[in-house]
């Protein structure tokens, strides 16, 4: 038997030759609006941290108090002795926020869907995914057993002929769950779901809906929670599930719906019955970031952050408003978003190149994310020094 180095080295020389290798850079400092690696110092456009709350002062002193008074860890799984006032403060903030009756916190979001997802279907339901939803509920998808169905990006017709397809199987074989899982605003894109008809069709055809608002929480509706509160369509979505480590500044991970749903989650969702609970430093942020982001100061951050989105987007999609604070740059092949890439870095500027297998092949970009803490100083330079890279190759 090959040795494991050996063979994984094999694999890592193809990833490199694909132009597929990737480096972590020890950073000084990932969010506002500096990229900081020793020896450089790059404007930051590549963090989630929308309206430049992780380094907002009320809510790195939460997270201080929060460890002052709750400890640097939990100590166990909240089933066990884990279970702090501070989580459950937390959770109450998230279904006010919501608008729904109940709450549950994650380690992360990812940690959200694979708990979620398999509780919910298993062997002999189906669940129905569209093409671009996050790794996270892909492989939760797959973990759950259930069978899977992907549907064309954001395309109502390839998914109402799968539903129409789930529909005829099940009243075969006498299981009745089907779970299509979207988000609200596609991370790697920066594009809405058509959030409406995609509920028409899902209670058309009896099959439930967990919305992903990863991306859209901060920015949508009038307490920023996301668009399925600011489309009011927050009470006919079974399953909501977001992130805390993007607006909200901190980390950890949500799901939001029915009491019946949290407490069925707690006894069945496997990533939150075995695993330590959060730590209070991040439930303490996440509750100092929810606060912000709701008041006067919240409103005004979310109108600077789509201000940049509108000025940068004129430039790279000048037909079209920004949808989201995420602004794709397609450029194709990855050598062409990696040069991209790096010209900006040459200019001081940090926007990373995403490829497979984060994005389809073929669909290499640039993806530009705006916060609210940058300076129109910052904007500017940001655009002058993209007009190289928008420019049609003749
Ligand atoms: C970032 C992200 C997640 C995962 O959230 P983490 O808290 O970072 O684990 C889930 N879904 C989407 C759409 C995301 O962009």
């Known amino acids: 038997m090959a040795n494991l180095d050996h063979l994984l080295a094999q694999e890592l020389a193809d990833i490199s030759s694909a132009g597929l290798r990737r480096v972590l850079r020890p950073a000084r400092k990932g969010t506002g609006t500096v990229f900081q690696e020793p020896g450089h110092s790059f404007l930051n456009f590549a963090s989630n941290d929308y309206l430049g709350l992780a380094s907002h002062p009320a809510v790195i002193e939460s997270a201080l108090n929060a460890v002052q008074q709750w400890g640097a860890g939990s100590g166990a799984s909240r089933l066990i002795s884990g279970s702090l006032q501070i989580h459950h403060d937390l959770e109450d903030a998230i279904s006010a926020w919501k608008g729904t009756e109940s709450s549950l916190t994650f380690s992360s979001g990812f940690a959200t869907a694979l708990g979620v997802i398999p509780a919910l279907v298993g062997t002999g339901d189906t669940v129905i995914l569209d093409k671009r939803v996050h790794a996270c509920c892909v492989d939760a998808a797959r973990l759950s057993g259930a069978t899977l169905r992907i549907f064309r990006h954001n395309d109502l017709d390839s998914l109402e002929s799968i539903l129409t397809w789930a529909n005829r199987r099940r009243s075969r074989n006498g ?83 029915s009491r019946t749903l949290v407490e069925y989650l707690t006894h069945k969702a496997r990533s939150f019955l075995f695993s330590t609970a959060p730590v209070p430093a991040a439930s303490g942020a996440a509750l100092a970031g929810l606060s912000i982001l709701q008041s006067q100061e919240g409103a005004r951050r979310c109108e600077r952050t789509w201000e940049w989105a509108r000025m940068v987007a004129s430039h790279t999609q000048p037909h079209r408003p920004p949808s989201s604070a995420i602004l794709p740059v397609i450029l194709g092949t990855e050598e062409r978003a990696l040069e991209a890439s790096s010209t900006l870095r040459e200019s001081g500027i940090y926007v990373p190149a995403i490829r497979f297998p984060t994005v389809s092949r073929g669909s290499a970009r640039l993806r530009i994310t705006l916060n609210a803490n940058h300076t129109s100083e910052q904007i500017n330079c940001l655009i002058q020094a993209l007009v190289p890279i928008l420019r049609p190759t003749a």
Request: charged share 20%.
């Open 175 to 257: 299981k009745d769950r089907i779970l299509i899982v979207t988000e609200s605003v596609f991370s790697m894109d920066g594009d809405q779901a058509p959030l409406a008809a995609i509920i028409q069709l899902k209670e058309r055809y009896g099959a439930w809906l967990m919305l992903d608002e990863a991306h859209a929480s901060g920015l949508f509706g009038v307490n920023r929670s996301g668009l399925a509160r600011a489309t009011e369509s927050q009470s006919r979505i079974e399953i909501q599930m977001g992130t805390l480590g993007k607006a909200l500044g901190s980390a950890g991970g949500y799901v939001a719906g």
